[in-house]
T-cell receptor, first 111, second 113 residues
Framework: QKEVEQNSGPLSVPEGAIASLNCTYS??????FFWYRQYSGKSPELIMS????GDKEDGRFTAQLNKASQYVSLLIRDSQPSDSATYLC???????????FGKGTRLHILP | GAGVSQSPRYKVAKRGQDVALRCDPI?????LFWYQQALGQGPEFLTY????????KSGLPSDRFFAERPEGSVSTLKIQRTQQEDSAVYLC???????????FGQGTRLTVV
């Protein structure tokens, strides 16, 4: 079993709608959880981090964490064409700083 | 510098050639990570350092891969006797004070021909 699982997509969402991206992880000891955005040909860019159960909001982005279900999600409100990218879920491995990535979900915002 | 700097940005190597990829992390960042990213895939963990100590090298695919960070700052990833399957983007990331939020450099695209 891959340590971090994401649906590869593509996920197509109309402009202005809410995009919902999901991720599951296998290591119950993971402490830190991240969402990175990666545009084609560019390096990953950190957009959200979350460390405790519940929701964390930053602008149009909301990260949600449920450690009991080993589930992390990212909601993007009022989706814009510039949000079209691959979104990478990442978690720390055990209690250390090693960060493991999922394969990413391609998001396409339809104008 | 303001961000993580990697060099070269692009490298073409003949099969069997040795290559060295450089990463200059954000000043003062304690942790440094190397990842390998194939086209259409997420970054695959290779190794990471905390200061000069290599704490985990479990992701290095073979003994042809070697990484070092002798003074706890700049790091070099060396690949000996390159093979075609080594073609990928090699990403370096650093994080402050041992904390987990990592910031990436622009990567080195290695093509082995």
């Amino acid at each position: 079993q891959k340590e971090v699982e994401q649906n590869s997509g593509p996920l197509s969402v109309p402009e202005g709608a809410i995009a919902s991206l999901n991720c599951t992880y296998s290591d119950r000891g993971s402490q830190s959880f991240f969402w990175y955005r990666q545009y084609s040909g560019k390096s990953p860019e950190l957009i959200m981090s979350i460390y405790s159960n519940g929701d964390k909001e930053d602008g149009r982005f909301t990260a949600q964490l449920n450690k009991a279900s080993q589930y992390v999600s990212l909601l993007i409100r009022d989706s814009q064409p510039s949000d079209s990218a691959t979104y990478l879920c990442a978690v720390t491995h055990g209690r250390g700083d090693k960060i493991i990535f999922g394969k990413g979900t391609r998001l396409h915002i339809l104008p | 510098g303001a961000g993580v700097s990697q060099s070269p940005r692009y490298k073409v190597a003949k099969r069997g050639q040795d290559v060295a990829l450089r990463c200059d992390p954000i000043s003062g960042h304690v942790s440094l990570f190397w990842y390998q990213q194939a086209l259409g895939q997420g970054p695959e963990f290779l190794t990471y350092f905390q200061n000069e100590a290599q704490l985990d090298k479990s992701g290095l695919p073979s003994d042809r891969f070697f990484a070092e960070r002798p003074e706890g700052s700049v790091s070099t990833l060396k690949i000996q006797r390159t093979q075609q399957e080594d073609s990928a983007v090699y990403l370096c990331a650093s994080s402050p004070t041992g904390g987990p939020e990592a910031f990436f450099g622009q990567g080195t695209r290695l093509t082995v021909v």
